[in-house]
């Protein structure tokens, strides 16, 4: 591959594209506005950017069903913490550099919302007693105090197609997840098992 080009300054890659648009800038809110609150209320999924320690740059995706999230007040958000693999990334990050980037998505609408703000993990049956789902609540949740919040315009979903039926793919004609897992893991255990393992995850672990 051709040796590749990197640009030494924010000044030379702005010089490739035109100043944004007024409305572009005017559009960052500080807090949660009603539309907001409105949008968090209708998205059942999110992802959420962290960092680690030595600077790597993380990304972890949020689910469940619409209204999740709780929004506290105009400048506060809560995101319960559902089970997982518990490599706790997106946590650990967290207690080491507060600093987050959240992008709520709602299944058939182009535009997304991001809110970006410090992360901090609370626990207390109070506080959490309101997550409960399927008598399930969880240990812990993030509590987010919101610095940015801002629409972000529909062309990549719109390019991407990401919501239009026949862009789905048949989950037969890609590699099975089970054994792109095993390749993973050096065949520890093959896809047949990772696949059963996986089956078995999801019937109980949800919640």
């Known amino acids: 591959m051709a040796r590749l080009n990197a640009l030494k300054s924010e000044d030379e890659l702005r010089g490739y594209f035109p100043v944004s648009v007024e409305r572009a800038k005017l559009k960052v809110l500080d807090r949660l506005d009603k539309h907001c609150v409105d949008f968090i209320a209708h998205s059942p999924f999110l992802c959420i950017g962290t960092s680690r320690p030595n600077g790597c740059a993380d ?76 008598r399930h609540i969880p240990k812990v949740a993030i509590a987010v105090t919101v610095r940015e919040a801002f629409i972000h315009c529909a062309k990549a979903i719109r390019r991407s197609r990401l919501w239009e039926e026949d862009a789905k793919i048949d989950p037969k004609s890609f590699t099975r997840i089970g054994d792109i897992i095993s390749d993973h893991i050096q065949g520890r255990k093959s896809g047949d098992e990772i696949e059963q393992i996986l089956k078995e995850n999801y019937r109980t672990q949800m919640y």
């Open 59 to 134: 990304v972890s995706p949020r689910g469940d069903p619409p209204g999740f999230v709780h929004v506290a007040n105009a400048k506060t958000l809560l995101i319960p913490d559902r089970p997982g693999n518990n490599r706790l990334d997106t946590m650990s990050n967290i207690m080491h550099n507060p600093k987050v980037g959240l992008l709520f998505f709602i299944p058939g609408l182009g535009e997304t919302l991001r809110v970006n703000g410090d992360a901090r993990i609370i626990d207390g049956e109070a506080e959490l007693a309101r997550f409960e789902f399927r």
